[in-house]
């Protein structure tokens, strides 16, 4: 099976630009997760989807929203940019059954540059 | 308030040694925790992890312990390579409520250099 892919890799933007990225997860699995790694703040939950809905969501501002579509592929956008959201983004899937044991899976992520 | 914390941002270890990685958590709700390997620009590469209803879990060089009463778990690597040299980081699971979303609660990191 294919693992989870994330487009563009790399991305410059400029403060007040705003950004779309994309996560297709892993054949199968319908739960897609985005993560925001930065070096003081590690690993941070933005959001999780699962079939088309959002049902989870972390400590972000509203800057900060995304969607899934009906093939479990999700977009991530974010509005009015500034500078300390230049960050590694990590997207990642499973199948999110509920259970113990669900494991997530992570794409080589999205690298965003805010000038 | 971090629910899951690995006190150590560095180990060193020689080549062919035992590397051990430790993570504390404070959530007793966490049932399901995992230990993910990351090289820097990548996405972090899951190793192995292991349920609460279990003590030990082995694949190939590495086994997971769990101590459910002391909140530890740690990961051991045997042999280490110079390869393995990452950053680990050990996350833990939980519902948020029953039969729906699992959310994922990451430690800070452990770098892992392994000396040839």
């Known amino acids: 099976k294919a693992g989870v892919t994330q487009t563009p890799r790399y991305l410059i933007k400029t403060r007040g630009q705003q950004v779309t990225l994309s996560c297709s997860p892993i054949?199968?699995?319908?739960?897609v997760s985005w993560y925001q790694q930065t070096p003081g703040q590690g690993l941070q939950f933005l959001f999780e989807?699962?079939?088309?809905?959002?049902?989870n969501k972390g400590n972000f501002p509203g800057r900060f929203s995304g969607r899934q579509f009906s093939n479990s592929r999700s977009e991530m956008n974010v509005s009015t940019l500034e500078l300390g959201d230049s960050a590694l983004y990590l997207c990642a899937s499973s199948t999110q059954n509920g259970l113990a044991g669900d494991t997530q899976y992570f794409g080589p992520g999205t690298r965003l540059t805010v000038l | 308030d971090q629910q899951v914390k690995q006190n150590s941002p560095s180990l060193s270890v020689q080549e062919g040694r035992i590397s051990i990685l430790n993570c504390d958590y404070t959530n007793s709700m966490f049932d399901y925790f995992l230990w993910y390997k990351k090289y820097p620009a990548e996405g972090p590469t899951f190793l192995i992890s292991?349920?609460?209803?279990?003590d030990k879990n082995e694949d190939g060089r590495f086994t997971v312990f769990l101590n459910k009463s002391a909140k530890h778990l740690s990961l051991h690597i045997v042999p280490s390579q110079p390869g393995d040299s990452a950053v680990y980081f050990c996350a833990a699971s939980s519902a948020l409520s029953s039969g729906s979303a699992r959310q994922l609660t990451f430690g800070s990191g452990t770098q892992l250099t392994v000396l040839p």
């Open positions: 989807y699962f079939s088309e809905t959002q049902r």
């Open positions: 292991i349920s609460s209803i279990k």
């Open positions: 054949s199968g699995h319908r739960s």
